[in-house]
């Protein structure tokens, strides 16, 4: 059995690390490898290493940061299929699914590939007589990221390549349940030529998360996960007087009208519901069926979830694979029962899934409950399973409010053919990513990732011009080069553009 170790200062070390944790393959049940979990001592060892490299790699050029930028992203290109095969063994997604995770990662690594256009200032020439004010930013200097399960490539991604490429240094502390991926990436940086120290990775729990959120050093904290552990990570390290940005949890709704093509919205409900075993924070969990539409949704919907093809990631067969532990599938298959008991209808049932030659996997079938009402747990929760619920409004109106007083605000989306119900609904709604035919709208990594509501923690949204906003902080320079014969003596008003 292989142990899984830090990367710390270019190189693997257990470091201080006493305690090591299981990590399973979710489609067999088995253990494959085991994690060491860091302690303090670890963090700071990672911390030390990353503050020793910020000195130099802050004052690279900017030539020489996108030059490993480049060669960064020709590696992570090359190496799309053991990246993703790693996932789908530790995290237990389908192959096609891990690969598209590592290309939604790719196209931040593109983005931050053009930091030099990015990270151009602003110059006003002869704001004053004689006297010029120009603008720059300038990089933090160590940045750490606590990142999730469910996507152990693309989520550390939004934050790390936008860090470096600004001239930042980076620890990240990956989730347990997945860690191989990032030590893999974690040598692809130094296969590109990135300096030792620039990028360290720090597996852990609780203990490795706290000592960075109180770490001195540490200038600024990215986080996605649940929207508990979001507030804690955003009080925490604000009050070490940190930067933070702290991405929650979600409870994300589709609005289905009377005038969409029900079987093109059902399709991608579907995908969006059950796609990643709905363990993603832009899954569909609610669809909302407006009036008319209720009915033959819910037949459609669960002709499609009986469809799923449902087993291991590395199968190519499979559409969906199992969820990442069985406390997971557990907690998922307890919701789907108390959503029965409170009175919701059953169309598909997922519970206790056996796919044959994994009767050990962790397996949740893709499961859709209708009548629904917002009082249930199983619309409260957030599920994090291939659990879609059927919820009925009278009209749009009404399905706005209900998506509004929901306290989550991370995606939503609506099916229509009407382009002014579609506009009603995308300035109606108190949500930060909005789909108008589509379900998932992860926007492109030339934009910024987030939500409102207890989706976010912090002002500032991830990858995309905030993402650049957030890694760095700006300087204004006000400048005067007068002739010395010229010069006048200084005035004791205050200054004025005369």
């Given at each position: 059995?292989?142990?899984?170790?830090?990367?710390?200062?270019?190189?693997?070390?257990?470091?201080?690390?006493?305690?090591?944790?299981p990590?399973?393959?979710?489609?067999?049940?088995a253990?494959?490898?085991?994690?060491?979990?860091?302690?303090?001592?670890?963090?700071?060892?990672?911390?030390?290493?990353?503050?020793?490299?910020?000195e130099s790699?802050?004052?690279?050029?900017?030539?020489?940061?996108?030059?490993?930028?480049f060669?960064?992203?020709?590696?992570?290109?090359?190496?799309?299929?053991?990246?993703?095969?790693?996932?789908?063994?530790?995290?237990?997604?389908?192959?096609?699914?891990?690969?598209?995770?590592?290309?939604?990662?790719?196209?931040?690594?593109?983005?931050?590939?053009?930091?030099?256009?990015?990270?151009?200032?602003?110059?006003?020439?002869?704001?004053?007589?004689?006297?010029?004010?120009?603008?720059?930013?300038?990089?933090?200097?160590?940045?750490?990221?606590?990142?999730?399960?469910?996507?152990?490539v693309?989520?550390?991604?939004?934050?790390?390549?936008?860090?470096?490429?600004?001239?930042?240094?980076?620890?990240?502390?990956?989730?347990?349940?997945?860690?191989?991926?990032?030590n893999?990436?974690?040598?692809?940086?130094?296969?590109?030529?990135?300096?030792?120290g620039?990028?360290?990775?720090?597996?852990?729990?609780?203990?490795?998360?706290?000592?960075?959120?109180?770490?001195?050093?540490?200038?600024?904290?990215?986080?996605?996960?649940?929207?508990?552990?979001?507030?804690?990570?955003?009080?925490?390290?604000?009050?070490?007087?940190?930067?933070?940005?702290?991405?929650?949890?979600?409870?994300?709704?589709?609005?289905?009208?009377?005038?969409?093509?029900?079987?093109?919205?059902?399709?991608?409900?579907?995908?969006?519901?059950?796609?990643?075993?709905?363990?993603?924070?832009?899954?569909?969990?609610?669809?909302?069926a407006?009036?008319?539409?209720?009915?033959?949704?819910?037949?459609?919907?669960?002709?499609k979830?009986?469809?799923v093809?449902?087993?291991?990631?590395?199968?190519?067969?499979?559409?969906?694979?199992?969820?990442?532990?069985?406390?997971?599938?557990?907690?998922?298959?307890?919701?789907?029962?108390?959503?029965?008991?409170?009175?919701?209808?059953?169309?598909?049932?997922?519970?206790?899934?056996?796919?044959?030659?994994f009767?050990?996997?962790?397996?949740?079938?893709?499961?859709?409950?209708?009548?629904?009402?917002?009082?249930?747990?199983?619309?409260?929760?957030?599920?994090?399973?291939?659990?879609?619920?059927?919820?009925?409004?009278?009209?749009?109106e009404?399905?706005?409010?209900?998506?509004?007083?929901?306290?989550?605000?991370?995606?939503?989306?609506?099916f229509?053919?009407?382009?002014?119900?579609?506009?009603?609904?995308?300035?109606?709604?108190?949500?930060?990513?909005?789909?108008?035919?589509?379900?998932?709208?992860?926007?492109?990594?030339?934009?910024?990732?987030?939500?409102?509501?207890?989706?976010?923690?912090?002002?500032?949204?991830?990858?995309?011009?905030?993402?650049?906003?957030?890694?760095?902080r700006?300087?204004?320079?006000?400048?005067?080069?007068?002739?010395?014969?010229?010069?006048?003596?200084?005035?004791?008003?205050?200054?004025?553009?005369?």
């Amino acid at each position: 059995m292989t142990t899984i170790e830090h990367w710390i200062g270019g190189s693997f070390t257990s470091g201080a690390a006493t305690r090591r944790a299981p990590v399973h393959n979710p489609a067999t049940g088995a253990q494959q490898h085991e994690v060491v979990l860091a302690e303090s001592a670890d963090v700071d060892a990672a911390v030390a290493a990353a503050r020793t490299a910020f000195e130099s790699w802050s004052q690279a050029s900017l030539s020489a940061r996108t030059k490993i930028m480049f060669n960064f992203r020709e590696l992570v290109n090359a190496n799309v299929k053991p990246l993703a095969e790693l996932v789908s063994d530790e995290h237990g997604k389908v192959l096609s699914d891990a690969a598209g995770e590592v290309q939604r990662g790719l196209e931040v690594i593109e983005f931050a590939c053009g930091i030099p256009q990015l990270l151009k200032g602003e110059y006003s020439d002869q704001a004053s007589t004689g006297v010029d004010v120009f603008s720059f930013r300038e990089p933090l200097g160590v940045c750490a990221g606590i990142t999730p399960f469910n996507f152990p490539v693309m989520v550390p991604m939004w934050m790390y390549p936008v860090a470096i490429a600004c001239g930042n240094t980076f620890v990240l502390k990956p989730s347990e349940r997945d860690p191989s991926a990032s030590n893999y990436i974690a040598d692809l940086w130094r296969q590109a030529g990135l300096p030792d120290g620039v990028f360290n990775v720090v597996h852990g729990d609780k203990t490795a998360v706290d000592a960075l959120l109180r770490h001195p050093d540490v200038a600024a904290v990215s986080f996605v996960g649940s929207t508990p552990i979001a507030r804690y990570i955003h009080q925490q390290a604000s009050a070490t007087g940190k930067r933070v940005q702290a991405l929650g949890g979600a409870k994300n709704h589709a609005i289905i009208l009377p005038d969409a093509d029900l079987e093109f919205a059902a399709n991608h409900l579907a995908a969006a519901a059950f796609g990643s075993a709905g363990e993603r924070c832009m899954a569909i969990s609610a669809a909302v069926a407006v009036g008319a539409a209720g009915d033959p949704l819910a037949d459609i919907l669960t002709r499609k979830a009986h469809e799923v093809v449902v087993g291991s990631g590395r199968d190519p067969k499979s559409e969906m694979g199992p969820v990442v532990t069985a406390a997971a599938r557990d907690r998922i298959e307890s919701l789907i029962g108390t959503g029965e008991q409170q009175g919701a209808k059953l169309l598909a049932d997922g519970r206790g899934l056996q796919v044959p030659g994994f009767e050990n996997g962790f397996f949740v079938g893709p499961t859709v409950i209708d009548q629904v009402r917002t009082s249930m747990d199983v619309y409260t929760e957030e599920i994090f399973g291939p659990v879609l619920s059927v919820v009925r409004s009278d009209t749009v109106e009404a399905a706005i409010d209900l998506i509004n007083a929901n306290p989550y605000g991370n995606g939503t989306a609506i099916f229509t053919s009407s382009g002014e119900a579609a506009r009603r609904f995308q300035r109606g709604v108190r949500v930060g990513m909005i789909g108008i035919n589509v379900p998932i709208p992860v926007p492109m990594a030339y934009y910024s990732f987030g939500g409102w509501k207890d989706s976010l923690f912090g002002d500032k949204h991830i990858h995309g011009p905030e993402g650049v906003s957030f890694y760095t902080r700006g300087k204004v320079v006000t400048s005067r080069w007068p002739h010395v014969e010229a010069a006048h003596g200084a005035s004791m008003h205050f200054p004025t553009a005369s």
